[in-house]
């Protein structure tokens, strides 16, 4: 018998409350509490109707099971948002803040079949010439840069201070960024992900971008740029740009992400303390049940199809929530059992991320560094009142206040940079005028030849 008393019921706050409209993916009230979301979700079946911008349709998968059948089946599903139907009909609105994310680029992420193939394996041959050794250096370094901006306050806010701005700063590294076109990157970058002028934003990222490209045709360097450009792939200037574009600012989102939401779960459960050996765990947990992309992996069916019990239209947008398929009841089991990566964080199939060993590497080497420099770090503020970015796709905090015993910055020993040019002088950027000769990147390489 069916008792009413017992049906699920919208969160707080949410639209869906008696009007049977989509659940909206987006607002406060969403980032505020996702999994009260997903957990009322669920009661539509492996599979429920969302709203991931206003004007924006998409069916959600939240079951583990469904979604690793998903993103394995490139035969059915396809990655190629051109085949986006609601976009092709002229329903979502042009200046949609989700485009930036689903519009279609010449990049291994929007591709299928064998052009997928070919630039994937251009970036995978490449991503593992990258020597570990030197990859933590190079974190270290910049660890060590961004803790000397604030290690003698005893306040920071590990988001904006360290979390936000280390991944760049190692990513414009391995990519040989000189300093004037390092600067553009973090300029535009940052904008991307803020939402501060994003349409300038972008101009100068793939302005930058562009010129970076020309720079290491006629001087190649031991960089991610100069490796991928000599693949044998043989990537076209678009190709490269889109490539590069994924990689940099693709890559920095759920790194930054990671590595804020690790230190959070750190600095907000009593099991971590002392957590010199549990960085590991935290992560892991992390992944599991506060995955730093929380819904992606856009694919569309390549017909009319029927899939986990529905009706599917070709074309029509279907999205993967690892983090309900995460935290479903069917996945308890799997961690209890010990499989504590078999979570669907980094994705799965042709598509999975194919930079997650560095991902958990720079990860580690951040948290490490700085506990070992500020081990007595702690919340600054009640964790209730952190609040969380919106939006459907990340889960990322907007600040994370902490407090510290002060500590005197320490000089560590200059290694060589990957830019292999010196610095021009050190001034902030203004988000809207576009950055200055001498901006955060420059300042860095200047304090490295110092």
């Known amino acids: 018998m069916d008792d009413r008393s017992t049906a699920p019921v919208p969160p707080p706050g949410c639209p869906a409350h008696g009007s049977g409209a989509r659940v909206p993916l987006h607002g406060p009230e969403f980032a505020a ?35 690793l059948q998903l ?52 970036v995978t041959d490449t991503l593992a010439r990258v020597d570990t050794r030197k990859l933590s250096q190079t974190t270290e370094r910049v660890a060590e840069y961004l803790i000397g901006q604030f290690s003698q306050r005893g306040s920071v806010d590990l988001l904006g201070d360290y979390a936000k701005q280390l991944p760049l700063f190692v990513f414009n590294e391995l990519f040989g960024c000189p300093a004037e076109i390092g600067d553009r990157v973090l300029f535009g970058a940052t904008g991307l992900f803020d939402g501060i002028n994003a349409e300038k934003a972008a101009e100068v990222m793939f302005g930058a971008i562009g010129e970076l490209i020309m720079l290491k045709r006629s001087r190649p360097g031991e960089d991610v740029t100069s490796w991928l450009m000599q693949h044998d792939s043989a990537l076209t200037n678009q190709e490269m740009v889109d490539q590069i574009a994924l990689l940099l600012v693709g890559g920095n989102e759920p790194l930054r992400n990671l590595i804020g939401n690790t230190l959070h779960r750190l600095l907000t459960h009593d099991a971590y303390a002392n957590a010199g050996g549990l960085i590991d765990d935290a992560i892991d947990d992390t992944l599991w049940e506060n995955p730093p992309m929380q819904n992606l992996g856009a694919h569309y069916p390549a017909s009319d199809m029927e899939f986990a019990g529905e009706k599917l239209r070709a074309g029509e947008l279907m999205l993967v929530s690892f983090a309900a398929a995460n935290t479903g009841p069917a996945l308890s089991t799997a961690r209890q059992a010990g499989s504590n990566r078999a979570h669907l964080a980094w994705s799965a199939g042709p598509h999975a991320c194919p930079s997650k060993e560095t991902a958990r590497q720079i990860t580690v080497t951040a948290i490490e560094h700085l506990l070992n420099r500020v081990p007595d770090v702690e919340l600054a503020v009640p964790e209730d009142i952190l609040t969380w970015r919106p939006g459907p796709f990340n889960r990322g905090l907007a600040s994370l206040p902490a407090r510290f015993t002060p500590v005197q910055p320490v000089r560590r020993p200059v290694i060589q940079n990957g830019a292999g040019e010196s610095a021009r002088r050190p001034q902030v950027a203004d988000a809207d005028q576009g950055p200055e000769r001498g901006g955060l990147w420059s300042s860095f390489l200047n304090w490295l030849a110092k």
Request: charged content about 25%; hydrophobic content about 30%.
């Open 33 to 67: 509490d996702p999994q009260s979301y997903y957990d009322y979700l669920r009661h539509y079946g492996p599979t429920a109707p969302v709203e991931i911008a206003p004007g924006v349709d998409a069916t959600l998968v939240t079951d583990y099971a469904t979604a």
């Open 71 to 122: 993103l394995q089946d490139s035969g059915s599903f396809r990655k190629d948002s051109r085949r986006w139907r609601d976009l092709n009909e002229g329903r979502i609105p042009a200046d949609s803040p989700i485009l930036p994310v689903l519009a279609y680029r010449q990049n291994c992420m929007f591709t299928d079949g064998a052009e997928h193939l070919r630039l994937r394996q251009a």
